[in-house]
């Protein structure tokens, strides 16, 4: 078993530590009994969670009350599915001595999380992520909310767990699509903050398809430990904490110019792609978009913008980011692999707006 302590003096709790290690989904509960004894513990999970058979693997002959979210996906990522989980815990009598435990990907840790920060004023959570982009993202961190008919992530809190426990097995229940996507917010982490776990990507980039769950073990502890000391430094994202969006603007315009048909680290990869173009023309790279697109490739992701995208549309997507000052966005930008470009203290930089449509002009 890997732990890991995160340590954010900013909120009340203070600390939380993940624990990592495979095949370890069937002793959680026992350890939740022991470490929260005086806790109603409820399950939040999903239906593909549950079909796969994590949850009876988590609880094992215990009988908690559990909510499956159905249909599971970002469908069901909106405020009507909090209430009918807040609304199942106070008819089952559930008080402030909840301990709600997410158990999925990042739709149930985000629905979950935002149902444990707004219940009864907050109530404890734990993060049991199931998925690649959980297991590096979501689940660690605190960022915990729901989308509103018009945007994603419209109602929301800064909501840190109480413990993540990670077992990398259950990914291997993944569909293909879903655990490649997942794996770029890692190719992400290695880009911004390391070098040598970049190249660990490069080395064992066939075994991470073929799902080795030493090598998986690892790629999770790396990408814990880079999240959780950037969240550590900044966790409500005042500054510092705008690196992990690295790829993002791009990415997410991609996204939502795909109306949603591409995969969030699909859109990632291409933002990636974009922002390396980026530097390049800023003068800031030296011959390591090859590698980077290389590996992208490998992951078995996209890595240009599909043709049936509309380019003015996508540039008034940019345009309307949630970040942007004066209808254009700051860029988070690599001076080398695992190294952020910092301009007089800021991590998110000016780019000339005709430099970002040359290059989306380009990336098609
Ligand atoms: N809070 C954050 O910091 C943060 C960071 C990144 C992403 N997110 C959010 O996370 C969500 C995306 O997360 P996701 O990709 O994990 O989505 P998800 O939770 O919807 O999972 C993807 C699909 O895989 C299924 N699934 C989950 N675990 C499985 C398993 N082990 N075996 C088989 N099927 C399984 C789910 O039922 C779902 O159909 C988005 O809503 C995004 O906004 C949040
Ligand atoms: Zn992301």
């Given at each position: ?13 203070g600390?939380y ?6 095949g370890?989904?069937?002793?959680i ?16 999970t ?5 079909a ?6 988590l ?9 499956s ?28 001595d ?9 739709t149930?840790?985000d629905?979950?999380?935002?149902a ?27 960022k ?10 419209a109602?929301g ?8 426990f990670?077992?990398?097995k ?21 880009l ?23 090598v998986?073990?690892e790629?999770a502890l790396?990408?814990?430990?880079i ?11 005042k500054n510092l ?9 791009i ?5 939502t ?20 173009m ?6 800031l ?14 992951l ?9 995208i509309d380019?003015?549309q996508?540039i008034n ?20 692999i ?12 000016d780019?000339p ?9 380009d990336?098609?």
């Amino acid at each position: 078993m890997v732990r890991l302590d995160v340590k954010i003096p900013q909120v009340e709790a203070g600390s939380y530590t993940i624990y990592i290690e495979a095949g370890s989904l069937c002793a959680i509960w026992e350890r939740l009994e022991a470490d929260y004894p005086n806790l109603q513990k409820f399950v939040v999970t999903d239906a593909n969670v549950a079909a796969a058979g994590h949850l009876a693997t988590l609880i094992g002959k215990n009988s908690p009350q559990v909510y499956s979210i159905d249909p599971p996906g970002e469908a069901s990522k909106h405020i009507d599915t909090v209430i009918a989980i807040i609304e199942e815990l106070e008819k089952a009598f559930f008080g402030r001595d909840t301990l709600i435990v997410a158990l999925g990907g990042g739709t149930v840790g985000d629905i979950a999380g935002f149902a444990a920060a707004i219940f009864k004023r907050g109530v404890k959570v734990v993060q049991i992520p199931t998925t690649t982009v959980a297991q590096a993202d979501s689940s660690v961190g605190g960022k915990t909310g729901v989308d509103s008919s018009i945007s994603k992530n419209a109602f929301g809190a800064f909501w840190q767990p109480e413990a993540v426990f990670i077992d990398v097995k259950t990914l291997l229940t993944l569909d293909d699509r879903q655990y490649c996507a997942g794996l770029i917010e890692g190719v992400k982490h290695a880009l911004i903050a390391d070098s040598e776990y970049f190249e660990f990507y490069e080395k064992n980039v066939d075994a991470i398809k073929n799902r080795d769950l030493d090598v998986l073990g690892e790629i999770a502890l790396k990408n814990c430990q880079i999240k959780a000391s950037v969240v550590e430094k900044d966790p409500t994202e005042k500054n510092l904490r705008r690196i992990l969006n690295y790829g993002h603007t791009i990415g997410h315009a991609v996204e939502t110019a795909s109306g949603f048909e591409l995969l969030h680290g699909e859109s990632v990869a291409i933002g990636i792609i974009a922002a390396g173009m980026i530097e390049e023309e800023m003068g800031l790279a030296t011959g390591r978009l090859g590698r980077i697109e290389q590996i992208l490739r490998k992951l078995g992701v996209p890595v240009r913008i599909p043709a049936e995208i509309d380019k003015k549309q996508l540039i008034n997507i940019v345009k309307r980011d949630k970040k942007a000052v004066n209808q254009w966005p700051k860029f988070v930008l690599l001076e080398d692999i695992g190294k952020v470009l910092c301009k007089n203290g800021q991590w998110a930089v000016d780019v000339p707006r005709d430099l970002v449509e040359k290059i989306l002009t380009d990336l098609y």
